[in-house]
């Protein structure tokens, strides 16, 4: 869906009956909900009779976005990857997260295997009250041995649910994988200019997506041409433009040119999501941790590029927790400003004794007092300023001295501390009176950076007595 | 094409079909793989596409896939970003052995579009006094700290620095309260020390910093330092006025707002601020800790200035230490088991790593300069410029890694 669609251009394509099947009262209302990608063309029932066919094919088409979706996996642990609008998450947003994968191999020992597999499959982490995990499992053929490579995807298959990546770029040991994965539309890697036709009956006979890959971009478009002139289906290819751990630059150019070629162009070959292979930094890395080290940080540029999906090798935590948690940030929709939940939060090891700061629930000022505090035992309360900072929310009445007051009392304050005193940001000391006059607190205006806080509390506490 | 009687290719087309095995059309020939044709009466022919499908409807059918070529788009960008030197040498007016060059940017970063004239730059940070550090970054300075000029030379001499961040945190009225004429004493001898240009940075106190940094300035006459920081809360002018009269460059520092960064470089403008003595620093949010802002603001900035908007041309440098801020950097491996139940791997791994993707995300973003504080940190990140900047030779054939890792 290129982005200057609109509501109108999408309500002029349905029935327009207003008959509110869909949950939606209106068909202008339903527009919307397609445009916010919040509801399916199908979700009409109008739309799916037989004289709208056409209809209904169009109006998918209008609204399919210039990067296509593709779904690797089935069932509950199945991701979608792709499925882009804009090159700059600031012009909209980022959509589907980069999908991270890491690797087994089909020569690894037996039990040195399995323990890798539920390795990646019970990693989680939860940050900012989201949980943080692996997408997938890709499974190398060292052995290129059909066999070999059977059994080992066999075994993964066994100890995860987790969608699966089959890596060869012998059509026979993809096959061999096959037979093993009923039902689980395994992400194929790689067709390339020589083996493209096997590939694609592949991908063809067993309904899974396939990697192109290749580093010529003409090279990219004439596989991908072919194979969907053979009957590939557009929801079922996935770009590599293979990842040259040394030089990124070459990486990034062809990064960049596939992703104009999609978005700004829609140019049909290419409108694929795009797979990166930081492992290729093992290649040619001899020493552990700094392979690790090296592949962890080549993916950070590609992430920052809006690459789709990503292969690692490594399986320490200290390098794949940062792209884990830089997916999380740039994948934030810049639309909706993150925010925390209005409650009282505790920092460190709070007791009846500790300081009560007030802030804004803007996830960015919150987690930056809470940073700030870090080494303080206090508590904080994210006032619900609808995500705006301190300053904004103030000016724009969304932080009152009546949100306060009622948290006071909603929160427990009183059974929490024995004093009797909250500290306000210094950019909300207009509220301070107002607060003591309706609450019977004390209030001390802090800082207006909450860099400062431990300074201030250095100076200010314990409260005085008066 | 040689001319034959038509029944007589079809009669030798004919018998040759039953032996057929397969097909390969390239270009306009038809290669029919075990067909001996010569054994037929030495025939030599070439046959056209049009002849090939009245023969082969079906096959010619499916193999005339037309490819669509692909253009890729190239970007010509209306602007270039300001530059902006740092340090002067001798012949001008100073005594720095090298001076950097920000800026001169005429495309995103590392794009296809074409080469930016200066690869961004790392400066070290060094404070002059006993600045509180995660134990992970200070064992590699425990012989230096509270030395600055010690700390400075270290940088340079053990780490390569190209530039170095000299913080004046102890003139922090809240701390040591060191007054700007001693402060200005360390800058003289940092300066006598390394000859590399220099970053002078205050120690946040808005009321201080002006005086502060004002007294530097005139340590470092001529040198053409860059000044940290100008901004819109606290006396600005001072600043301006020490950098115009003493031969340096002011950091405009705002707080992740467009609008405001372009404010503060306006009113620096208008003050009479040349524009090559302007850098940006609109704030560094670290890996986690609301990064994505940073990210986007400086992708705005950095896409706007290239467009031509005069008041954000110029170069950006960002403030990577505040990665250290994040408990996923410095806090010790036992901890987090304890904690919060999980492994987090040793820091003196993840600490760096966490500093490397805040300072990475920013050059993706359009950064020109980082102010990082760990050598390993500092390390990668040069190196990873290098390979972005396709000064490394390239790896043949990645492709082998589904076999050979």
């Known amino acids: 869906m290129p982005m200057d669609i609109g509501p109108m251009d999408v309500y002029r394509m349905l029935p327009g009956d207003n008959c509110g099947e869909c949950g939606v009262k209106t068909c202008m209302g339903f527009a919307t909900e397609l445009i916010e990608r919040r509801a399916e063309v199908d979700d009409c029932p109008l739309m799916k009779e037989p004289e709208n066919e056409k209809q209904r094919t169009d109006l998918i088409e209008l609204l399919t976005p210039p990067v296509r979706p593709v779904k690797i996996g089935a069932g509950e642990k199945a991701f979608t990857i792709g499925g882009e609008e804009v090159m700059y998450r600031h012009e909209k947003t980022w959509f589907n997260q980069v999908a991270i994968l890491i690797d087994v191999d089909d020569e690894m020992d037996k039990d040195e295997l399995v323990e890798r597999v539920e390795w990646i499959t019970d990693y989680s982490r939860i940050k900012i009250g989201e949980t943080l995990s692996f997408d997938g499992i890709a499974v190398r053929s060292k052995s290129q041995d059909p066999s070999t490579f059977k059994e080992t995807v066999k075994l993964v298959d066994e100890n995860t649910d987790y969608p699966l990546v089959l890596c060869s770029y012998v059509p026979e040991v993809l096959k061999s994988g096959l037979e093993v994965l009923d039902g689980r539309r395994p992400l194929l890697y790689a067709a390339t200019l020589d083996n493209w036709e096997e590939v694609s009956e592949l991908a063809m006979e067993n309904n899974c997506p396939m990697v192109i890959s290749s580093d010529d971009i003409d090279e990219m478009v004439e596989v991908s041409t072919r194979a969907m002139a053979k009957g590939v289906e557009d929801d079922q290819i996935v770009l590599d433009p293979l990842t040259d751990p040394n030089d990124l630059r070459e990486t990034t150019n062809r990064l960049v040119k596939l992703r104009r070629a999609a978005i700004e162009d829609e140019f049909e070959p290419l409108r694929f999501p795009l797979l990166g292979i930081p492992a290729t930094a093992w290649i040619s890395e001899g020493n552990k941790n700094d392979a690790a080290f090296i592949e962890s940080t080549i993916s950070c540029s590609l992430i920052g590029n809006g690459i789709d999906a990503l292969i690692y090798h490594s399986d320490e935590i200290w390098s794949l927790m940062p792209p884990l948690v830089l997916r999380q940030d740039l994948y934030q929709d810049p639309r909706n400003p993150a925010s925390v939940d209005p409650k009282l939060n505790e920092v460190g090891d709070p007791d009846e004794n500790s300081p009560i700061l007030i802030t804004s629930n803007f996830a960015l000022t919150y987690y930056t007092v809470e940073g700030d505090c870090e080494g303080i035992d206090c508590y904080i309360y994210p006032v619900d300023t609808e995500g705006t900072s301190v300053t904004s929310a103030v000016a724009g009445d969304l932080m009152t001295s009546d949100k306060i007051v009622d948290a006071i009392e909603e929160e427990d304050f009183e059974g929490k501390v024995n004093h009797r005193t909250i500290i306000l940001p210094g950019n909300a000391a207009v509220l301070s009176g107002q607060i003591e006059v309706d609450s019977g607190w004390n209030v001390f205006v802090g800082p207006k950076d909450s860099s400062g806080i431990k300074d201030f509390l250095s100076d200010n506490w314990p409260p005085k007595e008066d | ?405």
């Not at chain 2, 007294?215 to 002018?237: P, Q, Y």
Request: charged share 30%.
């Open chain 2, 1 to 405: 094409m040689k001319l034959y009687d038509k029944d007589k290719i079809k009669k030798v087309l004919q018998e040759a079909l039953e032996s057929i095995q397969s097909i390969d059309l390239e270009e306009d020939e038809i290669v029919l793989e075990g067909v001996d044709l010569e054994a037929k009466g030495d025939l030599e022919f070439e046959i056209s596409q049009k002849a090939v499908s009245q023969v082969f409807p079906q096959i010619t059918e499916a193999e005339e896939v037309e490819i669509e070529e692909y253009e890729p788009v190239i970007k010509e960008m209306d602007n270039q970003i300001q530059e902006v030197k740092i340090g002067a040498t001798s012949s001008e007016g100073g005594t720095r052995k090298e001076t950097v060059t920000l800026g001169g940017e005429k495309y995103l970063p590392f794009y296809p579009d074409g080469d930016n004239p200066h690869n961004p730059v790392v400066t070290f940070d060094t404070f002059d006094r006993e600045e509180p550090l995660p134990s992970v970054i200070s064992k590699h300075y425990e012989d230096v700290i509270g030395r600055p000029s010690e700390w400075a030379k270290k940088s340079v001499d053990e780490y390569g620095a190209k530039m170095v961040t000299l913080h004046l945190t102890s003139t922090d009225p809240k701390g040591e309260d060191t007054s700007p004429k001693e402060a200005a004493k360390t800058v003289e001898e940092v300066l006598e020390v390394v000859d590399v240009p220099l970053v002078i940075g205050g120690s946040g106190n808005p009321d201080k910093d002006p005086k502060v940094l004002e007294a530097a300035a005139e340590a470092a006459e001529g040198e053409r330092c860059l000044l940290a920081s100008a901004t819109l809360d606290l006396d600005w002018k001072t600043i301006a006025d020490a950098a115009l009269e003493y031969n340096h460059n002011v950091l405009a520092w705002t707080t992740i707002d467009i609008n405001l960064q372009k404010e503060l470089n306006r009113r620096l403008m208008n003050y009479g601020v040349d524009r090559d003595r302007i850098v940006m620093d609109p704030t560094t949010a670290g890996l986690g800790y609301g990064i994505e802002y940073s990210f986007s603001v400086l992708q705005r900035i950095r896409i706007s200035g290239l467009k031509g908007d005069e008041e954000l041309d110029f170069p950006i440098s960002n403030g990577v230490t505040n990665a250290w801020g994040a408990r996923e950097a410095w806090m010790g491996a036992e901890i987090p088991k304890e904690k919060y139940g999980e492994d987090w791997g040793p820091r003196e791994f993840r600490g760096p790593l966490w500093e490397v993707f805040t300072g990475l995300t920013m050059i993706m973003a359009g950064s020109d300069m980082l102010m990082a504080l760990h050598p390993r940190a500092v390390m990668v990140l040069k190196e990873m410029v290098k390979r972005l900047s396709g000064e490394m030779d390239e790896l043949p054939y990645p492709q082998k890694w589904v076999t050979s890792v």
